[in-house]
């Protein structure tokens, strides 16, 4: 099991930019695929982004493309998600995920290990 912690949530106005970080302990850190999932209020929770083991594949929801950037620090057991040009619509609570030493996946089910979350809110 992989224990995970968000942090780097807060409100920010819109184009503005956010980076989250997602501290992790436990298990081997670098053997686990990361993702990033984000939950709005009424709304289903969604897939963000993903990143292999090592870093060298990613994943991206294409309401986030060319805007987020995932990636990871294996000797710090961090992941990243750099957030530009933030949106109202991109208000939520983020939450990361890590699997096991597989590819990088849009669907909860292939995550067994959850954080809390953090909030993210954007203004207009």
């Known amino acids: 099991q992989v224990q995970l912690v968000e942090s780097g949530g807060g409100l920010v106005q819109a184009g503005g930019s956010l980076r989250l970080s997602c501290a992790a302990s436990?298990?081997?850190?670098?053997?686990?695929?990361m993702g990033w999932f984000r939950q709005a209020p009424g709304k289903e929770r969604e897939f963000v982004a993903a990143?292999?083991?090592?870093?060298?594949?990613?994943a991206y929801a294409d309401s986030v493309k060319g805007r987020f950037t995932i990636s990871r620090d294996n000797a710090k057991n961090t992941v990243y998600l750099q957030m530009n040009t933030l949106k109202p619509e991109d208000t939520a609570v983020y939450t990361c995920?890590?699997?096991?030493?597989?590819?990088?996946?849009?669907?909860?089910?292939?995550?067994?290990?959850w954080g809390q979350g953090t909030q993210v809110t954007v203004s207009s």
């Open positions: 990143i292999n083991w090592s870093g060298d594949s990613t």
């Open positions: 995920a890590a699997r096991g030493p597989y590819s990088p996946s849009y669907y909860e089910h292939a995550y067994a290990d």
């Open positions: 436990g298990r081997t850190f670098s053997g686990y695929a």
